[in-house]
Antibody, heavy 122, light 110 residues
């Protein structure tokens, strides 16, 4: 049974970089059958898929939502079996609960981290 | 990409059924058999309840069922129980590596 454990700061200053990590147990970040995602939830924007990373055909891929394009990086760390989120140039609109999750757009997200409330404020 | 439209609230008495709608467009719900449903209790992460319109993941009670017609999908909870009181969200693949969630429905067990 896969478990996802998130970590990272709960307060980020405006214009700085939001960084979160998701440690995977019970599965592998390098699995050819899994996709690793970041999703956030806020009262103003609801649930919003942000980006993903996955390994297939001996190559790493990542892609992200247009709403955060140019500001987001989702990277795997095979040595620690984890993946990370970096969101640059944050504003108060980026205040949300951030979740990591395993799953595919076609079939849904079947395992979630516990969530991290990130507040963007000076 | 606009969020899928759900009613803000729905309710039913214990043992009754409640159905939640999820309305999109031909670019998302109507274009793919890739609708999923999530249950979220306060302060908790969402939990996958329905995958690919009608499929129940292992461990999800068969009281939960999903369907789709045209650009709208539905989640039905039969035999309502107190623990079913939660927020429910739909989600759909929207093409071009996009995924969109619904606006959410609060289900109250009377």
């Amino acid at each position: 049974q896969v478990q996802l454990q998130q970590s990272g700061p709960g307060l980020v200053r405006p214009s700085q970089t939001l960084s979160l990590t998701c440690v995977i147990s019970g599965d592998s970040v390098s699995s050819n059958s899994a996709i690793w995602n970041w999703i956030r939830q806020s009262p103003s924007r609801g649930l919003e898929w942000l980006g993903r990373t996955y390994y297939t055909s001996n190559k790493w891929y990542s892609d992200n939502a247009l709403s955060v394009k140019g500001r987001i990086t989702v990277n795997p760390d095979t040595s620690k079996n984890q993946f990370s989120l970096q969101l640059n140039s944050v504003t108060p609109e980026d205040t949300a609960v951030y979740y990591c999750a395993r799953g595919r757009m076609a079939t849904g997200y079947d395992s979630w981290g516990q969530g991290t409330l990130v507040t963007v404020s000076s | 990409q606009s969020a899928l439209t759900q009613p803000p609230s729905a309710s039913g008495s214990p043992g009754q059924s409640v159905t939640i709608s999820c309305t999109g467009t031909s670019s998302d719900v109507g274009g793919y058999n890739s609708v999923s449903w999530y249950q979220q209790h306060p302060g908790k992460a969402p939990k996958l309840m329905i995958s690919e319109v009608t499929k129940r993941p292992s461990g999800v009670p068969d009281r939960f069922s999903g369907s789709k017609s045209g650009n709208a999908a539905s989640l039905t909870v039969s035999g309502l129980q107190a623990e079913d009181e939660a927020d429910y969200y739909c989600g759909s693949y929207a093409g071009n590596n996009n995924f969109v969630f619904g606006t959410g429905t609060k289900v109250t067990v009377l």
